[in-house]
């Protein structure tokens, strides 16, 4: 346990030797200490979390982050143990102000990558949207690049077209020469039955029809297989460029394609607003948390002691000056005489 105090007193900055002489600010800075070593933790996680999105490499996470986070603790520490308890309450609200700006600078940027680990789910789902809507755009935009398919349909649809109107007329035909053999009386037929003149007239017109339909049938088709092996060229081309851009669309993972989600969930949802706020003002109460407890606690016996200190080092400053100037007359008159 000793140890550990001693750990946070060097997290709080404090003066070992000082602090050993005022037992009763033990504790301050053990809390202060406590709070720095546990914010430049979180750093250190943030930043991994973060730089694990960029590098997508663990070590590379891990090295950064903790270098990340050692740098956020240094300049936290500096920050808190630079401070000095003075008489005078308003001139330290002052001094503090810099550094409590500092603190909340240091907790938004602490604070986002955690965010962002916190709603990730959420955040993956938006992610998922945007990409979809991002393929469908590029869909549609090499669709407008690639027109030639569309004519190329529109052309296979005409000839479709009419090889349907020539098997329509084929079919009815077919069913006036059936009407006429069996003798069922309609607008174009005698109403007698079997095979007479009119029959062998309406089944003459039927095997012109088919003969005429095999024909269309098999120059059409030919031209509709040509078609499609157009279609498909034009296709695999298009299919081409869009492998080209399918990598983009799927590393649209970055970290400023989470945070803008982020941003996008809380314009959405009221309760993901106010719990992301709360997030941030969590980390705000923590980074700033060390310089409002040096602001508000009152001057202890460290403060006095520290004081003293530097008060001894101003008087010993003082006169070996005055020391070092009355030597250098004594040896400029001796050199004179």
Known sequence: MKKVTQFFWFCSGANFNLLKKAPTDGNKFFGIGGTIFFTGLLATISAGYALMTV?????????????WGLM???????IVSSMRKRAKSWSEWKMAIPRLIMAVILALVISKPLELKIFEREINRKLDEKKSEMIAQSKESLKNGFKEIDELEVRKDSLKSELGNAVKY???LQQEYDYERFGTKTDGTSGLVGLGSNAKKKEQQLDAAQRSLDLLNQTYQEKIDLIDEEIKRYVSLR???????????DGFDGMAARIDAL???TQESQA???ANLMI??????VETAPIFVKLISPRGPYDDLLDLAEK??????????VKLVKRSEWRQRAFSD
């Open 55 to 67: 590098f997508q490499s663990i070590w590379y996470a891990i090295g950064f982050g903790i270098i």
């Open 72 to 78: 956020i603790f240094n300049l936290d520490r500096f």
């Open 170 to 172: 084929r079919d009815r």
């Open 239 to 249: 299919e081409a460029e869009f492998a080209k851009i399918q990598p983009n669309i």
């Open 263 to 265: 941003s996008i969930l």
């Open 272 to 274: 993901m607003k106010m």
């Open 280 to 285: 941030v003002l969590l980390f705000i109460a």
């Open 312 to 321: 001894g080092v101003e008087v010993y400053t003082s006169e070996q000056t």
